[in-house]
């Protein structure tokens, strides 16, 4: 049989609090593929981020099991790559060094980081900034630079936690438009939390839609819309068709 990147069966994770045990994903099975672009979408609290903490080994799964790459997975890894909603970039270093920073901390070749660096402020579109500091940018460009880090060891998997939840409507925009050129390009596997049904179906090959505290999977819906995707597909009736989809799936039509 044929393995996805990603097997989660069962998955279950239980908090500890200070009222008692908080259950925030109970059940939860799927399989991601390489190269795969997914979304989580779901109420607030409903555990996407514990989830993606939980994918990216950074919190313990209570029960069920994990594989990645045909091993058990409860560790970070330096294959996966994580991103959040604020990016902390080092203030007094500038956005080449801040790149270049997974590279120092893995102690990758430092000539080879240094190519690296350039070619990704060119791929997310900083080419030029590399001597600016993080002050002198914008909120969005600051989450190029997040980007570029991201990507700075080459990392397999991307876990991204509503990397541009932050950003006005039009920045958003113009990111989901560039992560969708960059991951065509580089061909990682993605799984991106977001609040934006839109932005989920916009950028997804799969939406995985989850129901509220305790977190279970409510359905996984497949996007059929062509790519390379440009903002012109948000006219596809397709596209509303989705959107209203997964509003009926979280009950938030009233
Ligand atoms: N470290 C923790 N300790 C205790 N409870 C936690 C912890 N982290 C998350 N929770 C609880 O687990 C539940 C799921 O939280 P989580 O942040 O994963 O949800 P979410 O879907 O990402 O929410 P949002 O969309 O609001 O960011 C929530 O009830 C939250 O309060």
């Not at 977190?215 to 989705?242: A, K, N, Q, S």
Request: glycine content about 10%; hydrophobic content about 40%; proline content about 5%.
């Amino acid at each position: 049989m044929l393995m996805g990147l990603i097997e989660g069966t069962g998955l279950d994770k239980v908090y500890s609090t200070a009222t008692g045990p908080l259950v925030a994903l109970t059940n939860v099975s799927f399989t991601i593929n390489e190269g795969e672009f997914i979304s989580l979408v779901g109420p607030s609290g409903c555990g996407k981020s514990t989830l993606l903490s939980i994918l990216g080994g950074l919190e313990q799964k209570t029960d069920g099991d994990l594989v990645l790459a045909g091993q058990h997975h409860d560790a970070p890894r330096r294959d996966i790559g994580m991103m959040f909603q604020t990016s902390v970039l080092f203030p007094w270093r500038t956005i080449r060094q801040n790149v270049r920073l997974p590279g120092e901390i893995l102690g990758l070749d430092r000539k080879q980081q240094a190519e690296r660096t350039d070619e990704l402020l060119d791929l997310v579109g900083l080419n030029g900034f590399g001597d600016r500091y993080p002050s002198e940018l914008s909120g969005g460009m600051r989450q190029r630079v997040a980007l570029a880090r991201l990507l700075a060891h080459d990392p397999r998997v991307l876990l991204m936690d509503e990397p541009f939840g932050a950003l006005d409507e039009f920045t958003r925009e113009t990111m989901n438009v560039e992560l969708l050129r960059i991951w065509e390009k580089t061909g990682k596997t993605v799984v991106f939390v977001t609040h934006n049904i839109g932005e989920a179906v916009f950028l997804s090959d799969r939406i995985f839609v989850m129901t509220p505290r305790p977190g279970r999977l409510e359905g996984i819906v497949e996007v059929d819309l062509p790519r390379p995707r440009t903002t012109e597909v948000m006219r596809d009736p397709r596209y509303t068709e989705h959107v209203y989809d997964i509003r009926r799936m979280l009950g938030v039509d009233h």
